[in-house]
């Protein structure tokens, strides 16, 4: 169960479900915002705590637009998770969709137990609804993985500032993913799993690779189409969910906040 929940304008947190009859202690959560979209001076907060054996899926209620900003401003938003000792967390958000001029910068923290598990995904799309070619004028994306106590085992950032459309060489979706798992788990072997399965998908670029220390797999996508990148995705989450439901859980607490 959530035993704090805390939320202020955009966001909504409201009741939470048990809906998977494969994982029945996992609890799922919907992350709502009242606006729909992000703006070009939102400043945004999400924290999200589980304590040891906890549960939890976490994800969104759709897609979210991120409009034009204006000349020197951008919006900011920062994810905090923190994951315990024999936790998971499944946090896949819908992916973001980058009107003309947008201007975002977003930081995504993760600090995950060593005996703890977590997919983590992450996704953006382009659109310019006057179907001129227009694009984003500035995406700043970092991911932070740590593990309780240490020094950051990675840190991942792109920067894209007035891309121009041949860097895309025709792609429209792209995405990115983390699993992270007890480290007794045979991660090449999961590794060619995700191989194996994103190169089935047409239309599909994709590769995953060992993350520093053992800790788990990276992974990053690139589809013509946000259907394709959402199968890679798909995918992603089976491996992770079919190795995370190995390891011993106990009943638990939960606690989300979001500002």
Not at 12 to 37: E, H, N, W
Not at 118 to 141: C, K, N
Not at 197 to 214: E, Q, T
Not at 216 to 240: K, P, W
Request: hydrophobic content about 45%; proline content about 6%; glycine content about 6%.
């Amino acid at each position: 169960m959530i035993d704090r929940r805390l939320f202020a304008w955009p966001f909504v947190l409201t009741r939470s479900f048990y809906t998977d009859p494969a994982r029945p202690d996992c609890l799922s959560v919907i992350l709502q915002t009242g606006s729909g979209a992000v703006h070009g001076e939102d400043r945004l907060t999400q924290r999200f705590t589980l304590h040891a054996g906890a549960a939890v899926c976490v994800t969104t209620q759709g897609a979210t637009s991120v409009h034009r900003a204006e000349p020197g401003a951008c919006a900011v938003e920062h994810v905090a998770l923190r994951v315990a000792a024999g936790a998971s967390i499944d946090y896949r958000p819908e992916p973001r969709i980058l009107f003309p001029d947008a201007a975002l910068c977003q930081v995504l923290d993760l600090e995950c137990a060593t005996d703890a598990s977590a997919l983590v995904t992450d996704a953006f799309t382009v659109h310019d609804p006057d179907r001129q070619g227009r694009l984003f004028r500035e995406l700043d994306s970092t991911m932070v993985l740590r593990r309780p106590g240490e020094a950051p085992l990675l840190i991942d950032r792109m920067h894209l500032r007035n891309p121009d459309a041949a860097v895309f060489n025709g792609h429209r979706a792209f995405g990115s993913a983390v699993l992270m798992l007890p480290q007794a788990r045979d991660l090449a072997v999961l590794r060619q799993r995700l191989a194996d399965g994103f190169a089935g998908i047409d239309g599909l670029y994709a590769a995953a690779s060992l993350l520093p220390g053992n800790a788990g797999i990276g992974v990053r996508l690139a589809a013509r189409e946000m259907r394709r990148l959402r199968a890679g995705f798909d995918i992603a989450a089976a491996i992770y969910r079919a190795a995370a439901a190995q390891a011993p859980s106990a009943s638990a607490t939960a606690r989300p906040t979001a500002a």
